[in-house]
T-cell receptor, first 114, second 113 residues
Framework: AQSVTQPDIHITVSEGASLELRCNYS??????LFWYVQSPGQGLQLLLK??????LVQGIKGFEAEFKRSQSSFNLRKPSVHWSDAAEYFC????????????FGKGTTLSVSS | DGGITQSPKYLFRKEGQNVTLSCEQN?????MYWYRQDPGQGLRLIYY???????QKGDIAEGYSVSREKKESFPLTVTSAQKNPTAFYLC????????????FGPGTRLTVL
């Protein structure tokens, strides 16, 4: 069965430090991959997505993610975290066929310390 | 501006009552979705719809019902059969193609009193 694992439930990073959030997926073929961010009490906003091609994808707010097929991973990174990045982050997987819904990980909560 | 609206933002319900959550989109998307979010559980799919007058159960459909009479609208009814309905509910929409990027509404927080 398809699944998405975000191993870190909660991460705290100092402002200005680098960030990496982990995402591993289980899927029979190369899926479509997404990272979303959610501020408290709000909906989800798409940060970036990977469909094919260059395995390093750039997103909004200075985020990037790298798809590694050999590791079934799609980790999210940011070189310098800002206090406004504190939020919950979700990795999601979509099957490369029409007619299927996304599968979401359980999320990683990011806290930023000053 | 195109987007997804959900109403109300906060909803309170007495036990035993049905309640309907509204979701409207003007993105001309074919597909719409309802998710339930609980702390530490991520997003769990309740129902989704690919086209008007058609919908499929997701992972946790018991105690919920939906309709899709118009492309723009996908209301969710939380029935009295749902034993633990207090949660944050998110509606989303997407084009129904291989890229399936979903756009989310702001959510409705339902509390059962």
């Amino acid at each position: 069965a398809q699944s998405v694992t975000q191993p870190d439930i909660h991460i705290t990073v100092s402002e200005g430090a680098s960030l990496e959030l982990r995402c591993n997926y289980s899927y029979g073929a190369t899926p479509y991959l997404f990272w979303y961010v959610q501020s408290p009490g709000q909906g989800l906003q798409l940060l970036l997505k990977y469909f094919s091609g260059d395995t390093l994808v750039q997103g909004i707010k200075g985020f990037e993610a790298e798809f590694k097929r050999s590791q079934s991973s799609f980790n999210l990174r940011k070189p310098s975290v800002h206090w406004s990045d504190a939020a919950e982050y979700f990795c999601a997987v979509g099957a490369p066929q029409a007619g299927t819904a996304l599968i979401f990980g359980k999320g990683t909560t990011l806290s930023v310390s000053s | 501006d195109g987007g997804i609206t959900q109403s109300p933002k906060y909803l309170f319900r007495k036990e035993g009552q049905n309640v309907t959550l509204s979701c409207e989109q003007n993105l001309n998307h074919d597909a719409m979705y309802w998710y339930r979010q609980d702390p530490g559980q991520g997003l769990r799919l309740i129902y989704y719809s690919q086209i008007v007058n058609d919908f499929q159960k997701g992972d946790i459909a018991e105690g919920y019902s939906v309709s899709r009479e118009k492309k723009e609208s996908f209301p969710l009814t939380v029935t009295s059969a749902q034993k633990n309905p207090t949660a944050f509910y998110l509606c989303a929409s997407s084009t129904w193609d291989r890229r399936n990027e979903q756009f989310f509404g702001p959510g409705t927080r339902l509390t059962v009193l």
